[in-house]
């Protein structure tokens, strides 16, 4: 039987300045009911997915990237299988998860990111894997509005580049601006699986990340982690991310943000009372 999909209201809020900031919840506002939360996927569900990527394979289209952010002994088998097909393997750690895990999660992965505020929940874990991990391609910590700082342990580069923050030109929600850079790296570098990403230079990296920062900022002028998606098409979001990249503006200046004019998202009907939400912004 499968399980039931997770449910998570996002609510938007203001603090005493006006600026916005969201919060999370996994329990009903209205009647109090814990609705469905993550549930790890099985072996049995595991196999059959490699057997699905073996097929795909066998008839030349061999999975490219193997993206996980939960740690489960099934995860981990689907990573090291994965890897050894050549799939580029991209490992997100956000919650906290079993030592002896997390090691092994790290060891299977070629791309590992993870924000600047999570790092104090396995920040030990990650400093004892990078001793045996030389042969990650790229660690990437995003550091919020002050950017994000990359290294590719590969070729031999344990030093940190730098990237500034690209600057939204309005914020309404920061709620999945991490994910959108995750999905636009993945999709520029990760089409020609591990072997195209493992050939990447410093240069190249800095170039895709900047491209992967601008989508995010983009994202940051709509409500919640999709807005971008549900309320404009992909041609829009190129050409925005292409305008924030423009050489005549100054990366991370300080300059005045458009004042938020991001329209209220409709309200819905919870799914264990019925009862009406709130809008989300």
């Not at 920040?123 to 290294?151: K, N, P, S, Y």
């Not at 994910?179 to 410093?202: H, K, M, N, P, Q």
């Not at 549900?230 to 300080?254: I, M």
């Not at 458009?258 to 709130?278: D, M, N, V």
Request: charged share 25%.
């Amino acid at each position: 039987m499968s399980a039931r999909s997770p449910i998570v209201l996002q609510t938007l809020h203001e603090d005493r300045s006006g600026q916005p900031f969201h919060r999370f919840a996994t329990r009903c506002p209205c009647c109090g009911t814990c609705w469905p939360s993550y549930r790890p996927i099985t072996r049995d569900a595991a196999m059959d997915i490699l057997m699905t990527t073996q097929f795909l394979a066998y008839d030349h289209a061999p999975t490219r990237v193997f993206f996980f952010d939960r740690v489960s002994p099934a995860a981990l088998l689907l990573a090291a299988e994965m890897r050894k097909q050549g799939t580029l393997v991209v490992f997100e750690p956000n919650a906290v998860t079993p030592t002896k895990l997390l090691a092994e999660a790290l060891r299977q992965s070629d791309i590992v990111k993870y924000a600047r505020d999570r790092l104090p929940k396995f920040e030990v874990d990650l400093v004892a894997a990078r001793r045996e991990c030389a042969h990650w391609l790229l660690e990437i910590e995003t550091q919020g509005a002050e950017g994000l700082r990359f290294r590719m342990p590969q070729l031999g580069r344990s030093s940190w580049r730098h990237l500034q923050s690209v600057r939204p030109d309005r914020f309404v929600d920061g709620a999945g601006a991490g994910d959108w850079c995750s999905a636009v790296l993945i999709d520029d570098i990760g089409r020609g699986g591990r072997d195209t990403a493992s050939r990447l230079t410093e240069d190249d990296v800095t170039v895709h990340l900047t491209r992967a920062q601008a989508f995010a900022a983009v994202a940051c002028g709509f409500t919640g982690p999709r807005g971008l998606m549900s309320q404009r098409d992909l041609p829009f979001a190129e050409r925005s991310a292409r305008a924030l990249l423009n050489p005549t503006r100054r990366r991370g200046a300080h300059q005045p943000l458009a004042k938020r004019t991001a329209s209220r998202g409709p309200a819905w009907r919870l799914p264990c009372c019925g009862e009406t939400s709130a809008p989300t912004e």
